[in-house]
């Protein structure tokens, strides 16, 4: 298992390098980058003066073994429209990301388990064929529809939503501000509720699909049908038996959504004004503030794996069959 470990850490590294030469040449796609450091008048000299001062004259390999040493430190430079740190400004982004990501999660999670397992129990009846429609609905909905839909009905119609804006919770729950995070946990939570479900609901829709089929495959397996010949409770077989195999394709989905969600919210953070990661960095391509772009595509790119090791990880757990040599 460890040196299983071992050699997916080393695979990260290895897609870490390539993702960190297309951070690299996204410097490049517009042009010169010179020219976002200098003003529409400077002359023909001043741009060779600032070309040579931050090291765009000299040859690609070597702007890209500068850029990468620094960026293993976090050092991506300064933000051209801010005129901070571009990884601080990341960083500063990342709670609300997170948080939206949580939260979307937790929808996409919590409700397509049990809609699965319960429409794949009862296979045919009533329940399962609305919960399958529901489903087919929820993936065809886009989410910038139903960010927009819940806006109108639930925030400007009824207002029992804000339509905007976000109130920290981890920040305050990371610094131990307890009473800060009581007096505003209410408040956060309404801010983040709809664009949280307007995150999770096609995740809903498709996790609860892949739970009904994983957990109906399971089902029609020979110990299954040998634990019912022996008179344990469908409840037993579903739960004991069948469950924790049938989440072995559903831990591999989860993951890979959790990591979508993390870089992919950018849609429902500008319905929602929400101040994240995403809005960030859409802001920062129309202001060809690459710096900030390269900072967040590297730091997504990071959690994104961190995930994909942490579900292969968890397959050992869930299948005592699996071993990794």
Do not use: C
Request: glycine share 8%.
């Amino acid at each position: 298992m460890f040196r299983y470990i071992l050699r997916r850490i080393a695979q990260s590294v290895i897609v870490l390098f390539g993702v960190s030469i297309l951070a690299f040449s996204v410097m490049f796609l517009a042009g010169d980058p010179t020219l976002l450091y200098v003003s529409e008048r400077s002359s023909a000299e001043e741009i060779e003066s600032t070309r040579r001062a931050l090291g765009f004259d000299k040859p690609k390999h070597i702007q890209y073994l500068n850029w990468l040493g620094k960026a293993v430190q976090g050092d991506f430079g300064q933000s051209t429209k801010y005129k901070q740190p571009a990884m601080k400004l990341v960083l500063e982004r990342l709670p609300a990301t997170l948080e939206l990501t949580f939260v979307g999660m937790f929808v996409a999670v919590m409700f397509a388990i049990p809609l699965g397992v319960i429409a794949a129990a009862k296979r045919n009846s009533i329940f399962d064929n609305v919960t399958m429609i529901l489903a087919m609905i929820g993936q065809s909905i886009p989410e910038f529809w139903l960010g927009l839909m819940l806006i109108l009905i639930v925030g400007v119609e009824y207002r029992l939503l804000p339509i905007s804006g976000r109130v920290p919770i981890l920040e305050p729950l990371f610094t131990g501000q307890w009473e800060v995070l009581k007096a505003t946990f209410g408040d956060a939570v309404r801010h983040i509720l709809m664009p949280g479900i307007a995150s999770g609901v096609w995740s809903l829709s498709r996790n609860a699909r892949l739970v009904r089929s994983s957990m109906l495959e399971v089902l029609g397996m020979d110990y299954v049908t040998t634990a019912r010949a022996k008179g344990v409770n469908d409840y037993k077989v579903i739960m004991k038996h069948a469950f924790k195999n049938a989440l072995i394709p559903i831990v591999t989905i989860v993951g890979l959504e959790f990591g979508f969600l993390i870089g992919g919210d950018v849609i429902i953070e500008n319905v929602f004004a929400w101040p994240g990661v995403g809005r960030l960095v859409v802001y920062a391509i129309n202001q060809r503030d690459f710096n900030v772009v390269q900072a967040s595509v590297f730091t997504l790119a990071l959690l994104f794996i961190f995930l994909n090791l942490l579900v292969d990880v968890m397959y050992t757990w869930l299948d005592p069959r699996i071993r990794y040599s």
